[in-house]
């Protein structure tokens, strides 16, 4: 029974693992030998640095500032300069092109250079395409959280200092308007005093 099982199981794997090479195939001639290239380098460690180009890049900006706007900004045009957003990725399954790109962007840079070629150009042409629309994404809401906390807090402030400003006008006017209803409510209570 164990025997049967086991040969049931290797004849459902030869088809699929003949659907994978083919989605690795297809993703991996999708780029030109130029990108091809550049992503790999992706995974190199620059001098100095603790972390590969790819873990640099799947990382969004979370400082919420000018200078943090420019990086994002920056993150961003560096995913489109490698030139993968305007790839036909449409032979191979959507489905399996997001799958391979939430591994890329959860694998480890020596774990996927350890992967055979086909499947490591795969995984990283799957993984850029998807992170530059994270990228833009993710610096859309950068620009939404700056703008919502930085702008209007600085336009909130002002208002209060506008007000502040003209609050001894309105001070002094409140008071002659109190010294005017003072007089009007005396004169009132005179007039009820006096005999009819």
């Given at each position: 029974?164990?025997?049967?099982?086991?040969?049931?199981?290797?004849?459902?794997?030869r088809p699929r693992d003949a659907a994978t090479m083919r989605v690795w195939t297809e993703l991996a001639q999708a780029a030109s030998p130029g990108q091809a290239r550049r992503l790999g380098r992706l995974l190199e460690v620059p001098d100095g640095a603790r972390h590969s180009?790819?873990?640099?890049?799947?990382?969004?900006e979370t400082v919420?500032?000018?200078a943090g706007m420019v990086?994002?900004?920056?993150?961003?045009s560096e995913i489109a300069d490698l030139g993968l957003d305007d790839l036909d990725l449409s032979a191979v399954p959507h489905r399996r092109v997001v799958a391979l790109a939430r591994y890329g962007m959860a694998a480890k840079a020596p774990a996927l250079r350890r992967h055979p070629d086909p499947r490591r150009l795969a995984t990283l042409v799957a993984t850029v395409w998807s992170l530059g629309a994270k990228a833009v994404d993710d610096a859309l809401e950068?620009?939404?959280?700056?703008?919502t906390n930085d702008l209007l807090a600085r336009a909130?402030?002002?208002?209060?200092?506008?007000k502040l400003r003209r609050y001894p006008?309105?001070?002094k006017d409140a008071g002659k308007l109190a010294a005017a209803v003072e007089v009007l409510l005396d004169a009132l209570d005179q007039e009820e005093q006096l005999p009819a």
């Open positions: 029974m164990t025997n049967a099982i086991a040969l049931f199981a290797r004849t459902l794997r180009e790819l873990d640099r890049m799947r990382k969004g919420t500032s000018g990086r994002a900004l920056k993150r961003v950068l620009f939404d959280v700056l703008m909130a402030r002002e208002s209060r200092k506008e006008r309105l001070s």
